[in-house]
C-alpha cells in the first residue's frame, strides 16, 4: 500500500468519525425536543427560541451530515481512482523490475567480458613488469660483476705494490745485514790498528824521551824551553793543515751536494711514479632508453627543476643518445647528484618527493665513501693515529681537484716522496710524511673560510693535536711563513715534485711555454731589468737589474708591480714568487 492510499484511509476513516458524532449528537437533540413536544408548555417566548435554535442546529448538523455523506462518496471515488492508479503503479513496477532484470543480466555479461579483458590486460602489464624486472636484474649484475672486476684489479694491483715493497724491504735488510758485515769487518780492522797505534805510541814514548835528552845535552836548553818551542811548530802546522782540509771539504761539498741532491729527488720520484688521471667539471651518466629523459623531466619540467633545486647540480639533457649530462664546480655536489639520479632512474619512481629521499641516501653514501677513502690513505702512507676530525676533512679531499690532480691522491704521493727523501738522508721519516700528508688538509675548508689554504691548515692541526713540526711544515709549504726546519724544506721538496712533474696537472706544454714566455715578457718589460729568468716550473721568476738605474727602493717597487701584473694577467696553478737582484760591484787594481 502506497503513502497515497494511507492518507486517503486516513481522511476517509476521520470524515466517518465526524459524521457519526454528528448523527449522535443530532439524536439526542431530537430525542429531548420529543420530550418536550409532549408535555404541556407553556408558550414562553425563551422557550420558543431555544425550540428555533434547536431545529436550526438539527437543519445545520442534517446539512453537515450530507455535506460529509457526499465527502464520503468523494473520497470513496478518490479511494477507487488510487486503487486504479496504484495497480498501474504496481504493473509498471513490474514492468520496471523485468526491465531491471534484464538490465542486470546485460550488465552482469558485460562485466563479466570486461573482467575476462582486465584479467588478459593484467596479465601483460604483469609480463612486461617480469621484463623489465628481468632487465633491471640483469643490469645490476652487470653492476655487479664490473664491480667486482675493478675490486679484483684493485686487489691485483695492491698486492703488486705488496710485492713490491717486500721486495724493497728484502734488498733494504740485505743492505743493512751488508752494511752489518763491512761494520764488523771495520772494527776488526780498527782494533788492529788500535794495537799497532798503541805499540807505536810506546815506542814514540821512548823515543821522545831519548830525543828530549838527546835535545837538552846538544842545545843545552831546559825541557819547558824545547816544549814551547815544539808546541809551536806543531802549531803553526796543524793551522796550515786544517785550513787545507776545510778547503779540500768546501770544494768537494759543492761538487757532491748538487749531484747528490739531484739523484735523491729523482730516486724519490721514480719510487713512487703513481698514475694520474685528469679530473673535469661535468659527469655523464647514462640511461636505459630515451624515453627515461621525459621521466626526468616531468610534467612541465617540475621533475628536473626539484632535481636542480636540491642538489644543487645542473641537469644538461640534450640530443646525446641515452645519456644525460651533470654540470657543477664542486665535486662533491656533483657525485652526490650523480649517485642520485642514477638510483631515481635504477628505481623508475621520478618525482620531487622522491629525489628528496634518494638525495639523503645519495649524500650519506658519498659521506660513507669519503671516510673510507681517508681511511684507506693512511693505511698505504703508514699513519695509525690522527684526530677524527682530520680523518673527515682528508675524506673530502678525495673529490677537490687542483688543476685536474686529485687532492688525496696527491696527499699520498707527496707522502711517499718526502719518506724516500728522508729515509736516504738519515732523518726521522714518520714525521716528514705526516707533514707532507697533511700539507694540504686546509684545501677541505677553502670554500667555506677566508684566507690561504697553508695557514687555514696550519691553525686546524694546531686545534687538533698536531706537533709544532708538522704546523710550522704545513704554514710554510708555500712560504707564507719562512721554513724554519729541515720538515718544512722537505714538504716544500716533495710537493713541487708531485704537482710540477709531467702529467700530473691538466696543462698542455703549449700553455705552460706560453705562460713561461709571458712571465719573463712581463719582468723584462720593466725599466732598468737586465736579465730575466724563469725558475722552477714557473713559480719562481728572479729579476736582474741594473745597479746604477734601480736603487733599494726601486728594487721593491719593481717586484711588487712584476708580482700584480701577473696575477692581473695570467692564470697559473699556486704561487709564484718574484726576487728581484741588484748586485753592486766595486773594484780596484793594487799595483
Same mark, same amino acid.
Given at each position: 500500500m502506497s503513502?497515497?492510499?494511507?492518507?486517503?484511509?486516513?481522511?476517509?476513516?476521520?470524515?466517518?468519525?465526524?459524521?457519526i458524532g454528528a448523527v449522535v449528537v443530532g439524536a439526542r437533540t431530537l430525542r429531548q425536543i420529543r420530550t418536550m413536544a409532549g408535555a404541556p408548555l407553556p408558550e414562553d417566548p425563551a422557550f420558543i427560541a431555544e425550540k428555533d435554535r434547536q431545529e436550526q442546529s438539527l437543519a445545520a448538523l442534517r446539512s453537515a451530515a450530507d455535506e460529509a455523506n457526499s465527502t464520503v462518496d468523494v473520497a470513496k471515488s478518490a479511494a477507487a481512482a488510487a486503487r486504479a492508479e496504484a495497480a498501474a503503479a504496481k504493473a509498471e513496477a513490474n514492468a520496471a523490475r523485468a526491465e531491471a532484470k534484464r538490465v542486470l543480466e546485460t550488465a552482469r555479461i558485460e562485466a563479466d567480458t570486461v573482467l575476462e579483458r582486465a584479467h588478459r590486460q593484467a596479465e601483460a602489464d604483469a609480463e612486461e613488469v617480469r621484463a623489465a624486472a628481468r632487465r633491471s636484474g640483469e643490469r645490476e649484475v652487470a653492476l655487479l660483476a664490473s664491480t667486482t672486476r675493478e675490486q679484483a684489479v684493485e686487489v691485483e694491483r695492491r698486492a703488486q705494490r705488496m710485492d713490491e715493497r717486500e721486495r724493497l724491504h728484502t734488498e733494504e735488510v740485505e743492505r743493512l745485514a751488508e752494511r752489518e758485515r763491512q761494520l764488523t769487518a771495520a772494527n776488526a780492522a780498527l782494533a788492529a790498528r788500535e794495537a799497532a797505534l798503541t805499540e807505536r805510541e810506546v815506542a814514540l814514548a821512548e823515543a821522545e824521551q831519548q830525543h828530549r835528552r838527546e835535545l837538552e845535552r846538544i842545545a843545552g836548553l831546559t825541557a819547558d824551553a824545547a816544549r814551547s818551542e815544539l808546541i809551536e811548530s806543531i802549531e803553526t802546522q796543524a793551522k796550515r793543515e786544517a785550513a787545507l782540509l776545510v778547503r779540500d771539504i768546501e770544494s768537494d761539498a759543492r761538487e757532491t751536494a748538487d749531484q747528490r741532491a739531484r739523484h735523491i729527488v729523482v730516486d724519490a720520484i721514480q719510487r713512487v711514479a703513481s698514475e694520474q688521471t685528469a679530473e673535469s667539471v661535468v659527469s655523464v651518466l647514462h640511461l636505459p632508453g630515451d624515453e627515461m629523459k621525459g621521466r626526468i623531466i616531468g610534467r612541465e619540467g617540475r621533475n628536473i627543476r626539484a632535481f636542480e633545486s636540491v642538489t644543487g647540480v645542473n641537469l644538461i639533457i640534450d640530443d646525446?643518445? /641515452?645519456?644525460?649530462?651533470?654540470?657543477?664546480f664542486d665535486p662533491v655536489r656533483r657525485e652526490v647528484g650523480r649517485l642520485t639520479l642514477e638510483k631515481l632512474v635504477l628505481d623508475g619512481r621520478i618525482h620531487p618527493h622522491r629525489i628528496e629521499e634518494v638525495y639523503d641516501l645519495a649524500r650519506q653514501e658519498v659521506e660513507q665513501?669519503?671516510?673510507?677513502?681517508?681511511?684507506?690513505?693512511?693505511? /698505504?702512507? =703508514?699513519?695509525?693515529?690522527?684526530?677524527? /676530525?682530520?680523518?673527515?676533512?682528508? =675524506?673530502?679531499?678525495?673529490?677537490?681537484?687542483?688543476? =685536474?690532480?686529485?687532492?688525496?691522491?696527491?696527499?699520498? /704521493?707527496t707522502a711517499h716522496i718526502a719518506g724516500i727523501m728522508a729515509a736516504e738522508l738519515r732523518l726521522d721519516a714518520p714525521t716528514i710524511k705526516r707533514c707532507a700528508f697533511l700539507h694540504d688538509i686546509g684545501k677541505a675548508l677553502t670554500h667555506e673560510v677566508e684566507g690561504s689554504h697553508a695557514i687555514i691548515g696550519a691553525d686546524l692541526a694546531r686545534k687538533y693535536g698536531e706537533s709544532e713540526e708538522v704546523v710550522h711544515a704545513i704554514e710554510a709549504h708555500h712560504n707564507e711563513v719562512p721554513p724554519q726546519t729541515i720538515e718544512a724544506v722537505l714538504t716544500q721538496a716533495s710537493d713541487a715534485c708531485s704537482g710540477g712533474r709531467p702529467g700530473a696537472r691538466r696543462e698542455s706544454l703549449e700553455a705552460y711555454v706560453k705562460r713561461l714566455e709571458r712571465i719573463e715578457e712581463i719582468a723584462a718589460g720593466k725599466l732598468g731589468v737586465e736579465k730575466v729568468f724563469a725558475m722552477q716550473a714557473g713559480r719562481e721568476i728572479r729579476v736582474m737589474v741594473k745597479p746604477d738605474d734601480v736603487d733599494d727602493i726601486g728594487a721593491a717597487v719593481l717586484a711588487r708591480d712584476v708580482a700584480k701584473q701577473i696575477e692581473e694577467e695570467l692564470t697559473y696553478p699556486g704561487q709564484i714568487r718574484v726576487t728581484v737582484v741588484r748586485e753592486s760591484r766595486v773594484t780596484e787594481i793594487a799595483r
Open positions: 503513502a497515497f492510499d494511507v492518507a486517503m484511509l486516513a481522511v476517509v476513516t476521520l470524515l466517518a468519525v465526524v459524521v646525446t643518445p /641515452e645519456a644525460v649530462l651533470l654540470s657543477c665513501l669519503c671516510q673510507r677513502a681517508a681511511e684507506d690513505a693512511l693505511v /698505504e702512507v =703508514g699513519i695509525t693515529e690522527m684526530h677524527p /676530525e682530520l680523518v673527515s676533512l682528508l =675524506g673530502r679531499l678525495r673529490y677537490r681537484t687542483s688543476y =685536474g690532480q686529485n687532492v688525496l691522491k696527491h696527499l699520498v /704521493e
